[in-house]
């Protein structure tokens, strides 16, 4: 049963993607991209998913709208993602192809390269209509009539239909795609990355408009980026993930301004500061490289690169523990103080 505060609820989930090799291209390893990470998002919340490039971020909103199946034939994805529709609970990890399209207009996706995600074929009014006409039943001048208001809800304007993408700017185009996400009246909105391909005073845009359209239209949102100043902006509560493992999730304000775990300290320590004055604060420099998915370390992930790493972290995966209200860390290790652990890095 879900809590009935949560439109969204992962458990435990795990993809998996087979290596083949040698003569007969047999399955000679695997790997864990998303490693048994669990989360919720509750009606009109936004949940800001963070880590460095290859931690499995969009692995994660692909498995949860159930489409990497699709994609990659072999990929091995266990546990279960809930979502809430009226009254009715459902595990979107159980369907096939056929079974989930009743459901596909409830979850939609925005995609981080708005030059590649939009079909050059089709018009902009073909390309918001398109959903619309799988998931809807919604008539010709219905439709019509929602893309011109859609378009103008993103700051575009109705005549703009007739046009295809390429005469759009890269801002214009994500406006476009957040538009196709609107155009089913979604419950949950997984956006990949939307903002990552545009410039500075582009993103500010983006991120401002989403912020109207999720007060309009009542919307949940998993955000997923590696810009921890554009997360804590939009997020109610940010989740951090290193290699297929979620190692810190609380309130947005406190895992921006209070870290706890090692690697949320590192992550927002090499956030540019734009005031002079701070620039000389004490950062955390990360020694070594990540390690690959197929070759885990054993016990903590992070322990290899972790400036206050014991021996007992190769002994077991810690779980996430509740540092503080709302608050989880998944390191035995970081009841210290903050002054401590900067000792503690220096003397490493």
């Known amino acids: 049963m879900m809590d009935k505060d949560n439109i969204l609820e992962v458990k435990d989930l795990r993809v998996k993607f087979p290596v083949h090799g040698g003569v007969f291209l047999g399955k000679i390893a695997e790997v864990k991209a998303v490693d048994g990470i669990s989360f919720s998002i509750k009606h009109g919340e936004t949940l800001g998913l963070v880590g460095e490039s290859g931690c499995g971020k969009s692995t994660v909103g692909k498995a949860i709208i159930n489409i990497l199946k699709f994609s990659s034939p072999d990929v091995i994805i266990t546990g279960e993602v809930w979502l809430r529709s009226g009254d009715e609970e459902i595990d979107l990890l159980t369907f096939d192809r056929n079974h989930i399209r009743k459901y596909r207009g409830l979850v939609q ?21 398109e959903p619309m006409l799988y998931h809807t039943k919604m008539q010709k001048k219905e439709r019509l009539e929602k893309i011109s208001w859609l378009l103008e809800k993103v700051g575009l304007q109705p005549e703009q239909s007739k046009r295809y993408p390429h005469e759009f700017s890269g801002g214009q185009r994500q406006r476009i795609g957040i538009a196709r996400a609107l155009a089913t009246n979604p419950k949950l909105i997984i956006a990949d990355e939307p903002v990552s391909a545009l410039d500075v005073s582009i993103q500010a845009q983006v991120i401002n408009l989403m912020q109207e359209l999720q007060s309009e239209f009542d919307l949940s949102i998993l955000f997923i980026a590696h810009d921890l100043s554009v997360v804590e902006h939009i997020s109610s509560r940010i989740a951090v993930m290193y290699l297929g493992s979620i190692f810190e999730v609380g309130l947005g304000k406190d895992v921006y301004h209070h870290p706890v775990h090692p690697y949320s300290r590192a992550l927002l320590s090499a956030v540019p500061l734009p005031n002079p004055k701070f620039r000389n604060k004490q950062r955390t420099i990360l020694k070594g490289d990540v390690p690959t998915p197929l070759r885990k370390p054993s016990g903590c992930g992070f322990r290899t ?8 972290c190769a002994d077991a995966i810690p779980p996430l523990e509740e540092k503080s209200p709302g ?20 003397q490493k």
């Open 109 to 129: 996706m925005i995609f981080q390269d708005p030059y590649s995600s939009l079909n050059a074929r089709l018009t902009v009014g073909q390309i918001i209509e």
């Open 305 to 312: 690169r972790c400036p206050i790493a014991k021996p007992m």
């Open 327 to 346: 608050h989880f860390a998944a390191c035995p290790y970081t009841t210290v103080h903050e002054e401590t652990f900067q000792q503690e890095i220096i």
